[in-house]
């Protein structure tokens, strides 16, 4: 049984990781974070999640619950997420960070949190997305320098972060293997309630293929997410990404 901490579980993001994590059998919920200020702070977890009890009620100090986990879970926002990364590492656990918009200074940080306690950090936790980025990186590496490409992307009014780091993602991956490529155009659009959508677009003079993913439902970055704790915990520290999970799959 693996013991996780939750960071962000009133989100939506972490509300779902919490409620497929309460249905999984080898996973128990030990930790539950929000900010501070939070009118759900001391609210039990299951009544939250309209569940049964999970023993868990909901805190805004991570210090709190971190010692009883075997690996953190953080869905937060950078300043947040960095902060739990000092609890991390004073405590010496893992953790998977779902977090996207950090600035490089924060990035900077992260690796260096890693050379001393396992981070898997993802912009995308959803495997089919990462089944995607190796599909796109095969592509542009295959079809070469005849080929433009350019990336659509739409998500929710609510995300703060635009382009998204799966775009950016995307991106530096075209770039890493065409040189001649300095820049790859990242249309974003923020509407209604998409999950997320992308579309890579790899076009010449002679054809145009389109490689798309779209998420149904957020379900697909919390199964991702729960996997990750599931392959980081116990791992040596450095930092990982779901591409590493996906060779244990």
């Known amino acids: 049984m693996i013991k996780i ?7 939506r993001m972490g509300k ?3 409620l497929l994590a309460s249905r999984d059998k080898n996973l128990s919920i030990v930790g539950a974070t929000e900010i501070k200020g939070c ?3 001391g609210v039990k977890l299951g009544a939250e999640l309209k569940t049964h009890d999970l023993g868990v009620a909901i805190s805004d100090d991570l210090n709190e619950t971190i010692k009883k986990c075997d690996c953190v879970i953080d869905f937060t926002e950078p300043e947040a997420t960095m902060g739990n990364i000092k609890t991390a590492l004073k405590n010496n656990k893992p ?3 779902g977090t996207t918009g950090f600035t490089d200074a924060q990035l900077e940080k992260i690796k260096k949190a890693g050379r001393n306690i396992p981070i898997l950090f993802s912009p995308n936790m ?6 995607v980025f190796g599909i796109v990186e095969k592509s542009a590496k295959v079809l070469g320098e ?3 490409a350019k990336i659509e992307e739409v998500h929710h009014i609510h995300k703060k972060d635009k382009p998204s780091g799966t775009g950016k993602k995307l991106a530096e991956i075209i770039r890493s293997v065409r040189k001649d490529i300095k820049e790859v155009p990242i249309t974003s659009i923020r509407e209604g309630e998409v999950v997320g959508d992308h579309k890579i677009v790899l076009e ?7 490689i798309v993913h779209k998420a149904k439902t957020r379900d697909i970055f919390a199964i991702g997410a729960l996997t990750a704790a599931k392959f980081l915990v116990g791992k040596k520290a450095g930092i990982y990404s779901m591409k590493d ?5």
Do not use: F
């Not at 901490?5 to 989100?11: K, Y």
């Open 245 to 249: 999970v996906m060779k244990n799959l």
């Open 5 to 11: 901490a939750i960071c962000g579980v009133c989100g």
């Open 126 to 131: 959803s495997i089919g997305v990462n089944l």
């Open 39 to 41: 009118s759900l702070v």
């Open 146 to 148: 005849k080929y433009t």
């Open 16 to 18: 779902r990781i919490a």
């Open 95 to 97: 953790i998977v960070i």
């Open 204 to 210: 010449s003079d002679e054809d145009m293929i389109e």
